[in-house]
């Protein structure tokens, strides 16, 4: 059974800094990972997607990147702004069509 | 603009009672999604639907039970028997398939059992 997990849970960082974000997941056989932004009460807003055969995507000042073998995916998200504050998750898509997702790690960034 | 709705926003209930929370979308989505998110947890899967008439369990899904008789609609009813149903309850749709198949994700529905 898949099992995605992100650590830390929280994070806080003054403006401007970088922020890295990690993601683990247990079963390399994924079709793609997703990468989704959540402000408190609210939906969640995909910010990235890989494909299994892509080893990173970027947006903007995001860049997510992939690595199957060692189950990880690392959200970058470059000189953090106090509007980047959210719980930011990852899901991985496997067998059966399904996204199994992790707990979320809270960010904030300090003005 | 095309997207999916969520109703109501906040629900209270008293145990013992049914409640149904609605999901609309616009977005000629085949597949519809509902989770439960609770503090500190990532989202879990209760039921979903690749086409209409037709659903199957998720992770999560005693307790729950759902309809798609129409492509747009996905109602969830939480019953009597789901144990402890106080929880964010989030409604998502996708494009079907094991393609980049981003999902789009509603408000969410707060339930509070009081």
């Known amino acids: 059974k898949q099992e995605v997990t992100q650590i830390p849970a929280a994070l806080s960082v003054p403006e401007g800094e970088n922020l890295v974000l990690n993601c683990s997941f247990t079963?390399?056989?994924?079709?793609?990972l997703q990468w989704f932004r959540q402000d408190p009460g609210k939906g969640l807003t995909s910010l990235l997607l890989i494909q299994s055969s892509q080893r990173e995507q970027t947006s903007g000042r995001l860049n997510a990147s992939l690595d199957k073998s060692s189950g990880r995916s690392t959200l970058y998200i470059a000189a953090s702004q106090p509007g980047d504050s959210a719980t930011y998750l990852c899901?991985?898509?496997?067998?059966?069509?399904?996204?199994?997702f992790g707990g979320g790690t809270r960010v904030l960034v300090k003005p | 603009d095309g997207g999916i709705t969520q109703s109501p926003k906040y629900l209270f209930r008293k145990e013992g009672q049914n409640v149904t929370l609605s999901c609309e979308q616009n977005?000629?989505?085949?597949?519809m999604y509902w989770y439960r998110q609770d503090p500190g947890q990532g989202l879990r899967l209760i039921y979903y639907s690749q086409i209409v008439n037709d659903f199957q369990k998720g992770d999560i899904a005693e307790g729950y039970s759902v309809s798609r008789e129409k492509k747009e609609s996905f109602p969830l009813t939480v019953t009597s028997a789901q144990k402890n149903p106080t929880a964010f309850y989030l409604c998502?749709?996708?494009?079907?398939?094991?393609?980049?198949?981003?999902?789009?994700f509603g408000a969410g529905s707060r339930l509070t059992v009081l």
């Open positions: 899901a991985a898509k496997a067998a059966g069509n399904k996204l199994t």
């Open positions: 998502a749709s996708s494009t079907p398939g094991l393609g980049a198949n981003v999902l789009t």
């Open positions: 977005l000629n989505h085949d597949a």
């Open positions: 079963d390399s056989a994924i079709y793609n």
